[in-house]
Nanobody, 120 residues
Framework: QVHVVESGGGLVQAGGSLRLSCVAS????????MNWYRQAPGKQRELVAA???????NYADSVKGRFIISRDNAKNTVYLQMDTLKPEDTAVYYC??????????????WGQGTLVTVSS
């Protein structure tokens, strides 16, 4: 079994910052791409940022220049530094990890989400 757990959400004023963390644990041989998604009320879940096993990154246009994704492979952890937050960033943020298990299988595992609320 593989588990992914996000943390770091909360309430922040517009213009403020938050840092989200996501830790993967369990039956892991290696972790490939790690992603942050978000889902605002009444909207589809969207990809916010992704980072490959080699450290290549990509971002949604709406967060470029404000959010930074990074990872610590030794800790099986991915971070999302969110600066200059806007009310439209309010959403539940989800982490997804692509994992090769010790048995050689491949899984895509989602966390339970962490709520980010940005007040105006």
């Amino acid at each position: 079994q593989v588990h992914v757990v996000e943390s770091g959400g909360g309430l922040v004023q517009a213009g403020g910052s938050l840092r989200l963390s996501c830790v993967a644990s369990g039956n892991i041989f290696s972790i490939h791409t790690m992603n942050w998604y978000r889902q605002a009320p009444g909207k589809q879940r969207e990809l916010v940022a992704a980072i490959s096993g080699g450290g290549s990154t990509n971002y949604a246009d709406s967060v470029k220049g404000r959010f930074i994704i990074s990872r610590d492979n030794a800790k099986n952890t991915v971070y999302l530094q969110m600066d200059t937050l806007k009310p439209e960033d309010t959403a539940v943020y989800y982490c997804k990890a692509g994992v090769t298990t010790l048995q050689g299988g491949y899984l895509e595992v989602w966390g339970q989400g962490t709520l980010v609320t940005v007040s105006s």
